[in-house]
T-cell receptor
Framework: GDSVTQMEGPVTLSEEACLTI???????????LFWYVQYPGEGLQLLLK?????DKGSNKGFEATYRKETTSFHLEKGSVQVSDSAVYFC???????????????FGAGTRLAVHP | DAGITQSPRYKITETGRQVTLMCHQT?????MFWYRQDLGHGLRLIYY???????DKGEVPDGYVVSRSKTENFPLTLESATRSQTSVYFC?????????????FGQGTRLTVV
């Protein structure tokens, strides 16, 4: 079935370090890919998305590129801040036109802790 | 207030009791979802709804019931709560049936079944 696999956390970094959180997916159709972020005590909010192969999503210094050949959507940031500490979720959504349903499938989440 | 709101934020209930978690959105989004969040599992879909009076099961529907008589409300009922249903529950909505649209999440309800 359709699924998302993320690297396990927690990831602990010093401020200004580089971040990569790996995400790979399995899907029968042509999914859109997302990264959601959950700050402590809050719900999830969209961080970035990409809807087709080779698209790059970016927001708040974070980037991820939709790689169809490796079925990956790794999240990267060149210099993390303490305020980036949160749980990050990779997700996919299959469009109705590719035989899917409008419902997000999430990975297990990766907790990031950034220290000063 | 505009947005998607869940109530209560925290709930403690006893095994075997019925409990209802409320979700209300002010955007008139057609799609609404219920997820549960458990350590090591991420978010798993319980039920979803494409429109008023249209609901369908997700990945983990057993023990839950939903209804959607109005577009803006999507309550989730645990008919007879069990300890395994202790979790954080998130409601979400999205504007239409395209897979590339953003889902908006409520702040969650932390449910403890004792």
């Amino acid at each position: 079935g359709d699924s998302v696999t993320q690297m396990e956390g927690p990831v602990t970094l010093s401020e200004e370090a580089c971040l990569t959180i790996n995400c790979t997916y399995t899907a029968t159709g042509y999914p859109s890919l997302f990264w959601y972020v959950q700050y402590p005590g809050e719900g999830l909010q969209l961080l970035l998305k990409a809807t087709k192969a080779d698209d790059k999503g970016s927001n708040k210094g974070f980037e991820a590129t939709y790689r169809k050949e490796t079925t990956s959507f790794h999240l990267e940031k060149g210099s993390v801040q303490v305020s980036d500490s949160a749980v990050y979720f990779c997700a996919l959504n299959l469009t109705p036109f590719s035989g899917g349903y409008n419902k997000l499938i999430f990975g297990a989440g990766t907790r990031l802790a950034v220290h000063p | 207030d505009a947005g998607i709101t869940q109530s209560p934020r925290y709930k403690i209930t006893e095994t075997g009791r019925q409990v209802t978690l409320m979700c209300h959105q002010t955007w008139s989004h057609s799609y609404m979802f219920w997820y549960r969040q458990d350590l090591g599992h991420g978010l798993r879909l319980i039920y979803y709804s494409a429109a008023a009076d249209i609901t369908d099961k997700g990945e983990v529907p057993d023990g839950y019931v939903v209804s959607r008589s109005k577009t803006e409300n999507f309550p989730l009922t645990l008919e007879s709560a069990t300890r395994s249903q202790t979790s954080v529950y998130f409601c979400a909505s999205s504007v239409r049936d395209r897979g590339d649209t953003e889902a908006f999440f409520g702040q969650g309800t932390r449910l403890t079944v004792v």
